[in-house]
């Protein structure tokens, strides 16, 4: 028997909720105790600003009494000649505000299921809200590592020196067991999700082993996602509609071998790729490292303000992205991350990687090229016309916007229209 509410039960708790009864006579109906009942209300109850028929949300104490006039801006959609209290700003715009909290939240049944003439801040318990959030919870523990970014640099710092001295993960496991405070297991996940410095190839026997079964994709550890979601995104960028957009991926070859980093400015098309002999986070935060050197300060925050990427282990470390080395030092880039199995929120970038197969089709390897090959791959593509940016160039674009000399320092050259490749044969050797 699960123990898990299942969705016909979560109805009867709404069904339960609205005819007013009690904890313990919901629990009788769906045979669960009534602290269980308890407990997934003042879960899975969310709030929400709504007022009831004729009267918008208003949740100023003085609401009732309030008699001022006029105070709305001139943008306000739905001025009152009574009375402002009665408009749907009033509460932002007003110099007398003070809220009044409800107490129902505060008492059992925490919620406002039922009809009210109540203008406040309301709770609802809605049984397909509440499953969705659960079914998402329960796919969240299931998912990732359970250490954050700290913890596995932490971890790395102890392993990587003995791994590359040639002692096996065994012999340091049982040699630094109370320093490590994780498993061996955990250990041989943490090097095969590449969130180590090390890898397979560096363990002298494990490569010898086929693998036994396809190990499921570590995903991003969910700690680094904290304030850095795709609704935290969309809410920055609420708040800062005019901040350009960057966008990160990455461009798998073969299995273990090497892997391309992408960098796509979205408002000029402008992509940068960068050849990383492994999909690691370490890779990632030293290319980003030395196009802040490349670029200085002042370029950089001016270019990549945000940065938007999907859940791959590779960007794990967002704090290192942000800040660099120094944790301490001055914030040079905000890092958000996509909702995951949600390409489409970073579609720019993901249809500009079509450009990047039709030289490199998917599944050759990256193994045979060098920076200089993909960085002649991204000139050819970054010279082609685009009809979105009134038939220039990316790099006519991005060298409108910025200048000629960040692409010179960045070591981008056009190519003339009638020498454009975007076929294999640009980078057979």
Not at 140 to 158: T, V
Not at 273 to 297: M, Q
Not at 341 to 355: C, D, F, T
Request: charged share 30%.
């Amino acid at each position: 028997m699960s123990k898990f509410l299942t969705y016909d039960e979560r109805l009867e708790i709404q069904k339960g909720l609205k005819e007013q009864l009690s904890f313990g006579k919901i629990a009788s109906v769906i045979g669960k105790d009534r602290t269980t009942v308890a407990k997934e209300i003042r879960k899975y109850s969310f709030e929400q600003k709504t007022g009831y028929s004729c009267y918008p949300y208003n949740a100023c104490k003085y609401r009732k009494t309030c008699n001022r006039k006029n105070i709305c801006p001139l943008e306000c959609t739905r001025q009152s000649k009574y009375k402002c209290s009665l408009c749907t700003m009033c509460n932002t715009i007003c110099d007398n505000f003070e809220e009044e909290v409800c107490t129902t939240k505060l008492k059992p049944p925490y919620v406002c299921n039922q009809l009210n003439q109540c203008t406040l801040k309301k709770m609802f318990y809605h049984a397909e809200e509440a499953h969705l959030r659960c079914q998402e919870n329960i796919s969240e523990c299931r998912s990732g590592i359970l250490s954050n970014e700290l913890e596995l640099a932490r971890i790395n710092a102890i392993v990587t020196p003995l791994v590359r001295n040639g002692q096996s993960i065994h012999q340091i496991y049982e040699s630094r067991r109370d320093e490590l405070m994780c498993s061996e297991k955990t250990l041989y996940n943490y090097i095969d999700a590449c969130l180590l410095d090390v890898r397979n190839i560096d363990l002298p026997r494990k490569v010898k082993y086929r693998p036994r079964y396809k190990k499921p994709e570590f995903k991003v550890d969910r700690a680094c996602r904290n304030g850095r979601t795709f609704k935290d995104y969309q809410a920055f960028m609420e708040a800062n509609p005019h901040t350009n957009i960057v966008q990160m991926d990455s461009v798998i070859g073969t299995p273990g071998g090497k892997v391309l980093l992408t960098v796509h400015f979205v408002n000029t098309s402008f992509m940068l790729a960068f050849l990383r002999e492994a999909n690691t986070a370490r890779s990632v935060t030293e290319i980003w490292d030395e196009l802040y050197h490349t670029l200085g300060k002042e370029t950089f925050e001016n270019l990549v303000p945000v940065i938007l990427t999907d859940n791959g282990s590779e960007f794990s470390n967002p704090k290192a992205i942000e800040f660099g080395p120094d944790e301490h030092a001055r914030r040079r880039t905000h890092l958000f991350y996509c909702d995951p199995g949600s390409p489409y929120q970073k579609g720019s970038i993901e249809v500009n990687h079509e450009l990047i197969r039709r030289i490199v089709p998917k599944g050759k390897s990256f193994d045979g090229f060098t920076q200089r090959d993909i960085t002649l791959m991204m000139n050819h593509i970054n010279s082609y016309k685009r009809k979105k940016l009134n038939n220039r160039s990316p790099y006519d674009a991005f060298s409108f916007y910025y200048g000629e000399e960040i692409l010179q320092r960045l070591g981008c050259r056009p190519v003339p229209a009638e020498n454009i490749i975007l076929k294999p044969r640009l980078l057979k050797k």
